[in-house]
T-cell receptor, first 112, second 109 residues
Framework: DAGVTQSPTHLIKTRGQQVTLRCSPI?????VSWYQQVLGQGPQFIFQ???????GRGNFPDRFSARQFPNYSSELNVNALLLGDSALYLC???????????FGSGTQLSVL | GIQVEQSPPDLILQEGANSTLRCNFSDSVNNLQWFHQNPWGQLINLFYIPSGTKQNGRLSATTVATERYSLLYISSSQTTDSGVYFC???????????FGKGTMLLVSP
């Protein structure tokens, strides 16, 4: 079975641009979460979606938004990019709203 | 929110040595996960361990929920064990996780 897949793997943007990151969960998993990891730190929670509804939001500005589709895949959007948004963005899925998380390989975003 | 502290922050071992990584958390939790992040950034699940002890090959983990800590044991370390080890606990009862800052492990041949 395929694991969590994310696209693209790498992305370079300039300040002020907008970016969309994509995630496909493990088959049968209904919960998708997004995390941001900056160099030298642990991942930080951004959003959780379960059954297409937002179930949690971390301490991130409104420039960050997400959605979950009927097939449980998800997109993370970041508007008006700042240099500080440069990070590894990780998507995780789980079968239920609680339980172990399984992570994808991430999207490395560089903002110049 | 809940605080997670990991120690040591860095660890250098010779191949074949054993090690213990520690994770302390500030509030009671109903589960805990250990991950290994490889040099390519992939977070690999090691253990989902609310309490008690689990073993998987050369790795084992023990969580003592009542005392708010977990330990990850690595025996007979190999160079492929190098990377960053994270523990993470749930926030507010859902599966959103709060991570520690990690332990960076380097195993030299």
């Amino acid at each position: 079975d395929a694991g969590v897949t994310q696209s693209p793997t790498h992305l370079i943007k300039t300040r002020g641009q907008q970016v969309t990151l994509r995630c496909s969960p493990i088959s049968g998993h209904k919960s998708v979460s997004w995390y941001q990891q900056v160099l030298g730190q642990g991942p930080q929670f951004i959003f959780q979606y379960y059954e297409k509804e937002e179930r949690g939001r971390g301490n991130f500005p409104d420039r960050f938004s997400a959605r979950q589709f009927p097939n449980y895949s998800s997109e993370l959007n970041v508007n008006a990019l700042l240099l500080g948004d440069s990070a590894l963005y990780l998507c995780a899925s789980s079968p239920k709203i609680t339980g172990p998380l399984f992570f994808g390989s991430g999207t490395q975003l560089s903002v110049l | 929110g809940i605080q997670v502290e990991q120690s040591p922050p860095d660890l250098i071992l010779q191949e074949g040595a054993n090690s213990t990584l520690r994770c302390n958390f500030s509030d009671s939790v109903n589960n805990l996960q250990w991950f290994h992040q490889n040099p390519w950034g992939q977070l690999i699940n090691l253990f989902y361990i609310p309490s008690g002890t689990k073993q998987n090959g050369r790795l084992s983990a023990t969580t003592v929920a009542t005392e708010r800590y977990s330990l990850l044991y690595i025996s007979s370390s190999q160079t492929t064990d190098s990377g960053v080890y994270f523990c993470a606990v749930p926030n507010s009862g859902y599966s959103t996780l709060t991570f520690g800052k990690g332990t960076m492990l380097l195993v030299s041949p």
